[in-house]
């Protein structure tokens, strides 16, 4: 079993996963971080950004170079689309993936760079709700993107990483960075998702069940577990043991994995999310009460409608109910209504409400009284209209390099009444506020990341027991942000084999089973022999049928193969029945032995049936029985030594050796195994047989 | 052990109370616990005490499953949780769920405040049966006991309906519930995969019915309407308040706004708003169309359809009003029905199926004269109309859903013996399979075939396809595997004799035979084995054959031809106990030549 890790970050994670002859790619993570070397995308030309100085390198004057980087406040910005960085792909082909499985759809963005265009021609699965909101979160990027065409694109600054100044010189493979993908690209992309519930057992070409299992973190996210019926592959993606809107997490199903993948831990280790909340609260509140206004970058799903709700009511309580919330996005009114028919995939409490019946999130009814007003943009009729200040927006894009929120950053940013919460943990806020510098209004970081923290995912790997534990190289080490903070590590007693992007791994598990069928038919004829108490033994032929990577035992179809009264009769009647050449492929051992055989006995035996002359040689490891075939007395033994290197290297072997020089054979062939199956019948050996 | 015994305590060969026993590997799973709405003695609700003679099932019974809120499906619910006392596990969908509980309450209502009807369950027998009931979602596995698993599937017949496969071990049984092979309106087709189950149940309430097309059907609905409201006549559509009804307001809300008309159409009160805010919220139960269309417009609200008011019934001129229940027996469109019946310009559509015993069943039979109590008589005039709009699916759908998931019997209920006579002929002849249809509490038994689940070693199964990858390829030869099926507890796993040995703790012991042959064959030894292993070739087919200088071996057999250049050689041919047979048959072939 291999592992391949495509992805650097941990919480936008890409690995390929080889078992059973099937590749999975775990979740497809798009790393964005790339967007932030590149210049905010204003919906009107914004004077302040066209005048930027361009930046000249040190040693040389490069007048295309200057036309492509401009610099603010000591910071140098590319002045061109923004750019990202898909997972890569030099080790692994992806028209040869098989599967691709997504945990949430906040790991799905690179989806339309893996499937699109590169011969992929296998499955994707995801939840419903991944794959709706998935699908916004697409639309979302595309169309923020797509709203302000730059005329030209930038690639030369690629050339000269070398001369340029941190943290642009530190991209990683800035040529392999792609533009955003088209609307064409998402559409023929989400078509491929089949779409499944928690708990639906898939049956992956036969050899594999999968299964998505709640991972508490958002709408419809999930773990999966692999399951090839004695090894499970446990792969725990963004989860969550908070009590929030979701499905509470199933970590039952996870349990005694014999590998356990777990990515996706919280991004701010340091911050409580409800402390954060309750600070981002308490903010709004100070700050609209003296005039100003709140931006709110965020993303359209998720922690947001978390927000709604805490915020709409801590303004109730202390009075504000008047001041107006916006929610802009392309894809605003569909998050809302959506939202509201995944009941099935909600926290009981959540669930409970539609049988009353009520929606179960609180912004329908706050968007049917007005409180909360969404548009599709800034420039969308009627938002002109319903705008009043002061005001919280929430908005696109948590980078702000594209989104309404960059228009909302230029305007509200010369004034200290305003202020400006980052909730997302995606960006750090500081980067993405740089290409705005000098900034006037009031920020303030209250990052919500209901993410597992190092000590909620200690406690989970404790109870969960994986055989090993895989997971990438930075959760062994405290974060950079506070590097002595030695409890912010994942602190196991497992067996642990990290990664980081670009690694193989041969993760340690031995396939020794395959599960199969047998036939009724077949094992009517079985008789078990019980060897110890509470172990049967049988030995069994039969017709091996493979097809869908299953396997089925079946009778052999020439019904009369063995003669029903078999050994003792065959050797009696001394007739035997004429086989075709084909059958002798298909006549296996019917009986195998165990035990000892009392050589004494067995002598005796042959002698009272008229065998005298038989020669009992201690062996190596048993005895070899000469027998010179007795009628006519001719001696001509064969050499010890010939038959000790015929003789098989095992304890209690007995070994017979018959000399034929006078076609008497035969008989003695017949007595030897006449006397010897009286000996097993009579239990001083056994066999264990089907006949 | 092997036998799948199915008892239908209702609807067996009948339409009504569907409640039906299966018991199956050591489990007894009752599927739908339904009430019969023609009966108003204790025939209503299905025979218990089949189950348990003196109470409480809970050791009798390992679940119960509802396959969606219609009462004739869940209405004796609350009875036999309850009255007669069962507390185990309960699963149905979320919208049944959601849904079931308020068509209990309305029901009850009916029954006991109307009708006076003692010794029916309360209001809080309802809740706390309620609070038994663990939701699933389509698909989802879920695991009763360790054993016991269950599976829904979309049956597309009413909101949330589901279709339940239930396996134990290697048995499985799928039962459809109601379901709905054509998408409609409002809700998507039925939906099954390949599970190849030992038995469909499979209900059949249209089994001689094959429909014409959707459309059409329509088409005439709405035509007959529209001549009634053209004469001033009002038209009384019974519906159950959800389900049918809103699929047939769309289609009037569509037809009104397209054809501008002016005619009042209601929605009998209470009930119907809400039921309408099921559907708004259920969205991703309903159709294709109507999900994709749900951001911008929900289709569930209607324009044209207002709620009905009592005081409306006696108001001039045309109206349409929707009310329920769907089989005029009780409430709302019963009242208006004795109302309007007498005057022929009016006009009542049955869009469902009648039980026998309601007012509905009389007048789809052209009774003209109908009593009811207290001596009072109601003269028949309005001209009555049945469409068949219900939900289910017809004997090509019934068919078709065989065709899906492939079962190895099939076996009928809900619907009628006479019908269900002619779709059980035509089923054996057209896929050669097995089909029962038991009356109420017969027991049918069907035995079935199974394969037992075992574990191979892989390194036996690498042997075999080493094996037979040393063969030339033939694709008609069948693979055999040979091992020693080693049993533990419950486990069970097949592995070559020494990891058998080795697993089972015991020494092997071997008895190895040699024979010596003198062969007249002048010429260098290794042409004497080089000539042997031809014959072998000939003489074994399909087994490979080893050869090395004067060494052969074929499994366990050793043939070896001593190195000399006599004329006359020593051939030793060797064979382990387990392999007489094949042993001593290379020794007459080899005896053969000699001769």
């Known amino acids: ?691 | 052990m092997l036998d799948i015994k199915v008892t239908p305590l209702g609807a067996g060969q009948d339409v009504g109370r569907s409640c039906i026993l299966l018991s199956m590997g050591g489990k007894n799973i009752m599927l739908d616990c339904g009430m019969h709405m023609g009966f108003n003695d204790e025939r209503r609700f299905p025979d218990f005490s089949y189950i348990a003679p003196d109470g409480p099932a809970n050791n009798y019974i390992d679940c119960v499953i509802i396959s969606h809120f219609h009462l004739d499906h869940c209405g004796a619910l609350p009875y036999f949780t309850e009255v007669f006392g069962y507390s185990g596990p309960i699963y149905m969908t979320h919208p049944t769920k959601a849904i079931a509980p308020i068509l209990l309450e309305d029901m009850r209502k009916v029954a006991v405040e109307k009708k006076g009807d003692s010794n029916f369950f309360t209001s809080q027998n309802i809740k706390d049966c309620m609070k038994k009931v663990i939701t699933v979602t389509l698909h989802q596995s879920v695991m009763v006991d360790s054993k016991l698993e269950i599976k829904a599937y979309y049956a597309g017949h009413v909101l949330g309906a589901a279709m339940f496969w239930i396996r134990v071990g290697s048995q499985s049984v799928v039962y459809t519930g109601d379901y709905n092979m054509t998408p409609d309106r409002h809700l998507g087709a039925a939906w099954i995969d390949k599970c190849r189950p030992n038995i469909l149940i499979s209900e059949s309430t249209y089994a001689t019915t094959i429909r014409d097309s959707k459309r059409c059907r329509e088409r005439d609905f709405l035509k007959k309407i529209h001549e009634c409201i053209d004469r001033g006549g009002k038209v009384l559509i019974p519906v159950f308040a959800l389900g049918r009804a809103q699929e047939l307001c769309i289609l009037l809300e569509t037809y009104w706004e397209r054809m501008n008309l002016k005619v009042p159409v209601y929605f009998g009160t209470g009930l119907t708003e809400k039921a309408n805010n099921y559907y708004k919220m259920f969205i991703t139960w309903t159709n294709q169309k109507i999900r994709k269309t749900f951001v911008q417009r929900n289709m569930f609200d209607f324009k044209h359809i207002k709620p009905f008011d009592k005081s409306y019934i006696d108001n001039p001129g045309a109206m349409v009003v929707f009310a329920s229940p769907g089989m005029l027996h009780a409430g709302l469109s019963l009242h208006i029905f004795k109302k309007w019946a007498p005057n022929e310009n009016n006009m009542v559509i049955m869009p469902g199926f009648c039980v026998v015993g309601t007012v509905g069943h009389k007048i789809l039979n052209g009774i003209k004269r109908i009593e009811f109590e207290g001596r009072q008589f109601v003269e028949v005039k309005m001209s009555v109309q049945y469409m068949s709009f219900s939900a289910h699916a017809d004997a090509k759908g019934i068919m078709q859903l065989i065709q899906y998931c492939e079962p190895k019997n099939v076996l009928l209920v809900h619907g009628e013996a006479a019908k269900m006579e002619f779709l059980k002929t035509k089923i054996e002849k057209e896929f050669d399979l097995k089909c029962y249809m038991p009356a109420n509490g017969e027991t049918c038994i069907i035995k079935s075939d199974i394969n037992i689940p075992v574990s191979v070693s892989l390194r036996l199964l690498k042997e075999e396809a080493k094996k037979s990858n040393m063969l030339p390829p033939d694709p008609k030869r069948q693979r055999i595997i040979h091992g020693v099926l080693v049993s533990r507890d419950v486990s069970m796993c097949l592995m070559d004799v020494d990891e058998a040995c080795k697993e089972a703790g015991i020494n092997r012991h071997t008895i190895r035979f040699t024979s010596t042959l003198r062969l007249e064959d002048p010429g260098p030894a290794t042409k004497t084995a080089e000539k042997l292993v031809q014959l072998m070739n000939t003489r074994l087919k399909d087994l490979p054959i080893l050869f090395t200088d004067f060494t052969i071996s074929v499994e366990s057999v050793i043939v070896k031809v001593e190195a000399s250049d006599d004329d006359q050689k020593t051939v030793y041919v060797s064979w382990d106990n387990q392999d007489e047979e094949l042993g001593s048959h290379i020794l007459e072939i080899l005896k053969s030549v000699g001769n």
């Open chain 1, 1 to 691: 079993m291999k592992l391949y890790c495509l992805s650097g970050d941990p919480n936008k994670p890409c690995s390929i996963l080889q078992f059973k002859g099937i590749t999975f790619m775990l979740d497809c993570g798009l790393s964005s971080l790339s967007v932030l070397n590149f210049l905010p995308l204003p919906f009107v030309r914004s004077a302040r950004l066209d005048n930027l100085p361009g930046w000249v390198p040190r040693d040389a004057a490069d007048p295309e170079l200057e036309k492509e980087l401009k610099e603010c406040c000591g910071r140098v910005f590319v002045d061109s689309p923004p750019e990202f960085l898909p997972p890569q792909s030099k080790v692994v082909d992806f028209s040869q993936v098989d599967v691709i499985l997504i945990s949430n759809y906040l790991c799905m963005l690179a989806l339309p760079f893996i499937t699109e265009g590169t011969g992929f021609a296998g499955k994707v699965y995801a939840t419903e709700p991944t794959m709706q909101i998935g699908r916004m979160f697409l639309e979302e990027l595309v169309d923020n993107i797509e709203q302000m065409p730059k005329a030209s694109t930038a690639s030369h600054w690629k050339e000269f990483l070398h001369i340029l100044p941190p943290p642009l010189c530190d991209s990683h493979r800035p040529r392999t960075w792609k533009q955003i993908y088209n609307m064409t690209a998402v559409n023929k992309s989400l078509a491929r998702i089949g779409m499944v519930g928690y708990n639906q057992k898939l049956d992956v070409y036969g050899a594999l069940a999968v299964m998505a299992v709640s991972s508490g973190y958002c709408l419809g996210s999930s773990n999966w577990v692999i399951d090839s019926m004695y090894e499970k592959v446990a792969y725990v993606s963004g989860s969550s043991t908070l009590t929030t809107h979701p499905r509470p997490m199933d970590q039952a199903a996870l349990k005694n994995a014999n590998v356990l993948i777990l990515t996706g831990l919280t991004q701010t280790p340091t911050a409580n999310p409800d402390s954060m909340l309750g600070e981002l609260c308490m903010t709004v509140a100070s700050t609209v009460r003296v005039g100003g206004n709140v931006l709110i970058p965020c993303y359209p799903s998720g922690v947001v409608y978390d927000l709604f709700e805490c915020l709409s009511g801590h303004l109730d309580s202390v009075g504000m109910s008047t001041v107006p919330m916006f929610f802009i996005s392309p894809v605003a009114d569909t998050s809302l209504a959506y939202s509201n028919i995944f009941a099935e995939w909600l926290s009981t409490v959540k669930q409970n409400k539609v049988y009353l019946p009520e929606e179960p999130f609180p912004h329908a009814l706050l968007s049917r009284s007005g409180r909360l007003k969404h548009f599709k943009h800034i420039y969308t009729e009627g938002f002109s209209t319903d705008y009043r200040q002061p005001c919280v927006v929430f908005c696109g894009h948590p980078s702000l390099r594209f989104g309404d929120a960059v228009h909302f950053v230029e305007l509200w940013g010369s004034n200290t009444l305003n202020t400006i919460i980052f909730t997302e943990p995606d960006f750090p806020y500081l980067e993405a506020l740089s290409p705005y510098q000098p900034l006037m209004m009031k920020t303030v970081h209250c990052p919500i990341d209901t993410s597992l923290n190092f000590t909620q995912a200690n406690k989970l790997i404790r109870e969960l027991k994986p055989g090993t534990l895989v997971l990438p190289e930075c959760y062994l080490q405290p974060p950079v942000i506070a590097p002595h903070r030695p409890d912010l590590v994942v602190d196991t007693d497992r067996p642990v084999i990290v990664f980081k992007r670009d690694d193989v791994l041969s993760l340690p598990l031995k396939r020794k089973l395959s599960p199969a069928e047998i036939s009724t038919s077949l094992t009517e004829k079985l008789h078990p022999n019980e060897v110890r108490s509470g172990v049967s033994l049988v030995t069994m032929t039969g017709h091996l049928v493979a097809g869908d990577n299953k396997f089925t035992i079946k009778d052999i179809s020439v019904s009369d193969l063995r003669d029903p009264d078999s050994t003792a009769a065959r050797g009696s009647s001394g007739k035997k029945r004429l086989r075709v050449a084909e059958d002798f492929a298909k006549i296996k051992p019917d009986s195998y032995t165990w035990g000892s055989l009392n050589v004494e006995e067995f002598i005796q035996k042959i002698s009272e049936e008229g065998i005298t002359d038989a020669k009992v040689e201690k062996g190596t490891s048993g005895y070899i029985i000469h027998l010179f075939c007795t009628l006519e007395h001719k001696p001509g033994a064969v050499g010890a030594n010939e038959v000790a290197q015929w003789s098989m290297e095992m304890h209690n072997t007995l070994h017979v050796v018959i000399n034929d020089f006078n076609s008497q054979l035969y008989v003695a062939q017949v007595i030897v195994r006449m006397c010897l199956f009286t000996l097993l019948s009579a239990c001083n050996i056994c066999l264990f047989f089907h006949l």
